[in-house]
């Protein structure tokens, strides 16, 4: 595959100014939370049954997948109603665990803490895995498996640059919690056996850059700035502009290995506190809600109540976008629910977009960051042309939406690598 051929010198107007500097909103507990049976990858089987009381923190669902584990714990106390089919951000229905809070907030200790400087490996790898942890910045993958057997791996990595538009809630986190953040990265250093790491943050971050110098300096980790361009954030593209090295399919052929700042902070949350994910930091941004800002809500929690407590909609005819506008999803309704893997909601106003035919000026091919063709890939989606799409490596496709963004013809190209992607894995 050829990879890292695009130009990838975009920088696109982030918008992050509308939510960055704002305080953080905490969301009053919903009466009602849907606790997603899918925790980031991993399917679970719930641990408590309809009419059973629970408590914050207590686990509450356990993946049979010893692969994808990743239990999920009660935000809230209260009692659980049954399991309802939702839709998902991935536009499917799932089942949710239904848990009716009655706002008493009683809390069991989820497990006990840990001091990652003393623990032997093995037990901060267990630790690690039973408390949960999952990628934060939208893949959900279990932490604990990256780390199992990590060979050779000289450089570990954490991003902080989160290059997708209107998205800040990793800022806000890292801004609200170093020390955490600190704790968590220098656990997972340990787990990666790397002699030195470091947290990758945009140039433009002056005040977290401050911030991650004061919590850093003296360790083996260095805050290494780089540019504000999209997609930064990808971790192909991360480790070319920290290491100048390229791979093919895993990270730890360029002897890295990544995790997401808000995954940091929420493991040095876990080490510290006692205490899982329940909650997320949230970017609700756009020009379509009432009031953009970062939020912390309970995991569970529609996605209606969450722009409603920031002042609703400015009109009718918006569009919800899980994520940011690049890589995120527009969902038809707000009845979806937070999980894990959300960091954001985008409201835009609907505009009219008008559309032509493709002018074959090859400016999504030049663009791409995975060297793929989008546009024989649209065309052969089409045609449901199943060799040619086998040909042109659509699985390499990271959704980045930049073959739309760049698309003179108003195309959305990337809507089209998505329908072939689901065509392939109907027909494969
Ligand atoms: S969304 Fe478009 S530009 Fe981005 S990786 Fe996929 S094909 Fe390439
Ligand atoms: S950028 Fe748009 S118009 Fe140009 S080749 Fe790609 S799909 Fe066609």
């Not at 032997?120 to 893949?139: C, D, S, T, Y």
């Not at 995991?299 to 969450?306: R, Y």
């Not at 005819?317 to 995120?328: F, T, V």
Request: aromatic share 6%.
């Amino acid at each position: 595959m050829s990879i890292l051929t695009g130009p990838m010198r975009f920088h696109l107007d982030g918008q992050k100014e509308l939510t960055a500097h704002k305080a953080v909103l905490k969301l009053p507990e919903p009466d009602d939370l849907y606790i997603p049976l899918v925790n980031g990858r991993a399917a679970c089987t719930p641990t408590v049954k309809e009419g059973d009381e629970v408590k914050v923190g207590q686990k509450i669902g356990e993946p049979s997948d010893g692969f994808w584990f990743v239990p999920i714990f009660s935000p809230v106390s209260g009692s659980v109603v049954g399991i309802e089919k939702r839709m998902t951000t991935m536009l499917k229905p799932g089942d949710h665990l239904h848990i009716r809070n009655d706002h008493k907030y009683s809390a069991v200790r989820a497990f006990k803490k840990l001091d990652y400087e003393t623990a032997p490996r093995e037990e901060l790898l267990e630790f690690v895995k039973n408390a949960g942890m999952a990628g934060l910045g939208g893949a959900g993958f279990p932490t604990f498996n990256k780390y199992t057997k990590p060979d050779g791996i000289d450089l570990f990595i954490i991003n902080a640059v989160e290059c997708e538009p209107y998205l800040t809630a990793d800022y806000a986190n890292s801004m609200a919690n170093p020390e955490l953040m600190r704790d968590g990265a220098l656990a997972l250093l340990k787990l990666s056996g790397a002699p030195k790491g470091k947290i990758a943050v945009k140039e433009d971050k002056k005040d977290l850059i401050e911030v991650l110098h004061k919590q850093f300096d003296g360790t083996p980790i260095e805050v290494a700035e780089v540019e504000d361009i999209y997609p930064a954030g990808w971790e192909r593209t991360l480790i070319y502009m920290l290491t100048g090295k390229r791979y093919d399919r895993l990270p730890a052929e360029a002897g890295c290995i990544l995790n997401n700042v808000s995954t940091c902070i929420a493991l040095g949350n876990a080490l510290k506190n006692g205490m899982p994910i329940t909650e997320k930091y949230l970017t609700v941004s756009g020009d379509g809600v009432q009031n953009p800002q970062n939020v912390v809500v309970p995991i569970g929690t529609p996605a209606a109540e969450v722009v409603k407590a920031c002042g609703g909609y400015v009109g009718e005819d918006c569009l919800l976008i899980a994520g940011g506008p690049m890589m995120g999803r527009t969902i038809p309704n707000d009845q979806f629910v937070i999980g894990i893997a959300n960091n954001g909601l985008t409201v835009l106003q609907h505009r009219e977009e008008f559309s032509v035919k493709c002018l074959r000026c090859g400016k999504c091919t030049e663009t791409c960051p995975s060297g793929l063709m989008p546009v024989r890939i649209n065309m052969a989606e089409k045609a449901k042309d199943i060799d040619a799409l086998k040909k042109l490596s659509i699985m390499d496709c990271i959704e980045c939406g930049l073959c739309t963004y760049i698309c003179p013809s108003k195309l959305d190209v990337t809507e089209g690598i998505r329908r072939a992607k689901r065509y392939m894995t109907l027909v494969k």
